[in-house]
Structures are given as C-alpha cells and as structure tokens.
C-alpha cells in the first residue's frame, strides 16, 4: 500500500509532521496517535511493518470519490481506522462518481444555495473554487461532528508540519496525503491506476470559457503541487495543457 519515501524533501517534511502529530496527541488518544505514527515511522522507512488491528477511532473522510480521497479512505482503512466517507452531494457530479461513492458506503449531504452561489460568481467571471471548497468542507465539519468522528481526514497533499494535522475547533483535521507526504503518481498506484489526469469540474470550466484569465489561477496551483514535488513535472504539463485547452 505504501512505499518508503526516499526522496529527502518528502524525508524532511515526514519528520516534520511527527512534530505536528505531537501537538494533537492528547485530543486524538494513544492509540489514535500511536497508529498514526506508525504510519509515519513505516514511510520514513524506519519500521518493516504496520499494525493494522482495527481502531476503535471513527475517522471522517471527506469523499468526492477522486484519487486522492480515495487513496486517503484506503491508507486509512488498510492501517485499521473506522473510516467513514462524507460526500457532498454536487450538482456538477456524474452519476459514476455517486455510484462509487455508495459503493464505498458514504454518507451524502447536499449544501442549500450551492449552485446559485456558484452561478453568481461565474457570472461576474469571479473565481470559484475558494468559496467551492469553503462551503464542502462546512457541510463535512458539520457532518462529521453528527456522527461522532474525532477526526476528518481529506486528500489535500500540499499542506505540510503543523497544518498537515491540527486541531479546528471539535475536529482534528488530518491532510494524510500531505501528511504522509504522497505525490500524485503515488496516489494513483495507490487507487490502482485507473485516473485520467483532468483539471477541475464542469462549473469550473464553464467559467474559464466565460473568463479565460482565470486560468492563471489553476496553473499557479498547478506549479505549487509541482514545486512542493505533489506532482512530477509530467504530470503538470499534462495538467496545464488540460487547464489551456479548456
């Protein structure tokens, strides 16, 4: 499931985050923590295997059914945790995405003015995966709370030491691709291989074709992934020339 991590920024930034794990020891438990630590200690290379006897922790996922939330619910379940998945049920989502969501069991909540919100902006041609992003992980916090999870762990891989996981009011937040600082070739192997690269949503693209200057937004994303070694120089020409030919 998981190979050791070899390269020496990735090295450094596993170290890192035993530090931040260290911070949230006391809200997540000993068990809670030792397994985490596990994790970390098994991709730095530093132990030959991984205790993966189920813990009791209800651990959050926030789903949409991607590479990298997917890897994130099959790290977690593989090391043993009670992983849940949340989707928000989109407007923009095929029928594929919903159907594996259900087959991984996840709960679906839907967010009241979503499309109206988003329709708004892009009718202003203002960017929207900020306030997207923002009213999901509301809806998954708040989900997440109301089936007594401590935890709520998302795919995001560029958040790193004390932000990869922290505290946020009644949740522990855990980026675990970040945290286990995982690159995207990883996560795809991880999930089997079976994703095309592809940037963004429908609302998205709709709103480069009425605002091309918002590109620029997605490509300095895609260079921050590529700088932070999330993503291999390939795979981010391959992004960007999706991202121009919109």
């Not at 949340?86 to 967010?111: C, D, H, N, W, Y």
């Not at 690269?197 to 590109?215: D, I, Y």
Request: hydrophobic share 45%; net charge positive; with cysteine.
């Amino acid at each position: 499931m998981l190979s050791q991590a070899r390269d020496p920024i990735k090295r450094y930034r596993l170290r890192y985050n035993l530090d931040a794990l260290e911070r949230v020891r006391k809200v997540i438990g000993e068990n809670t923590h030792s397994r985490l630590r596990e994790l970390l200690l098994f991709r730095l290379g530093e132990t030959k295997s991984l205790n993966t006897s189920p813990v009791k922790t209800k651990v959050a996922v926030a789903f949409s059914a991607g590479s990298d939330s997917t890897a994130t619910l099959k790290i977690l379940r593989w090391a043993g945790f009670n992983a849940v998945p949340i989707t928000v049920k989109l407007p923009q989502m095929e029928e594929e995405t919903l159907k594996k969501a259900r087959s991984e069991g996840a709960i679906f909540v839907e967010i009241s003015g979503y499309l109206e919100a988003m329709k708004e902006r892009i009718s202003k041609g203002a960017p929207i995966c900020g306030l997207c992003h923002s009213m999901v992980i509301e809806a998954v916090e708040l989900k997440a709370k109301g089936i007594g999870a401590k935890i709520l762990a998302t795919g995001d891989m560029l958040s790193s030491g004390l932000i990869s996981i922290y505290k946020k009011n009644d949740l522990v937040i855990l980026n675990l691709p970040a945290f286990l600082a995982l690159d995207k070739r990883e996560i795809i192997e991880i999930t089997g291989g079976k994703y095309r690269l592809s940037f963004g949503c429908p609302l998205l693209w709709e709103l480069f074709r009425r605002a091309p200057s918002t590109k620029r937004l997605a490509l300095q994303r895609i260079l921050r992934e590529t700088r932070a070694r999330a993503l291999i120089p390939e795979m981010a020409i391959e992004l960007m020339r999706d991202v121009l030919l919109r």
